[in-house]
């Protein structure tokens, strides 16, 4: 198992279930994630969830890192692209730990 994401509207109904491969990858960038950063913030093992003003934040997280694959780099859009959505709903994204 690893980590559900899912994009949530600002009613929390779920608008979108992340899938694919570089989800995968998830878990291992968390667990590498600079300390204090959003996406070390991420609980491998609970529920985290992020709104439309931590999102914003995640977004310029993400834009400063180097992906050290392809998958991560692939991941890295998925997570961009899921942020923009959900703050263009005024939503969330959940992230579920397993």
Not at 30 to 49: C, E, N
Not at 62 to 91: H, T
């Amino acid at each position: 198992m690893g980590i559900d994401v899912i994009i949530q509207n600002q009613v929390h109904k779920q608008m979108e279930v992340l899938t694919g491969s570089a989800l995968e990858s998830l878990s291992s960038v968390v667990s590498t994630a600079p300390s204090g950063s959003l996406l070390w913030g991420i609980h491998k093992h609970a529920d985290t969830m992020f709104n439309a003003k931590q999102l914003d934040a995640l977004i310029e997280e993400i834009a400063a890192l180097s992906p050290r694959n392809d998958l991560e780099r692939e991941l890295f859009a998925i997570l961009s692209n899921a942020a923009e959505f959900a703050i263009r709903q005024r939503g969330y994204i959940w992230f579920s730990g397993d």
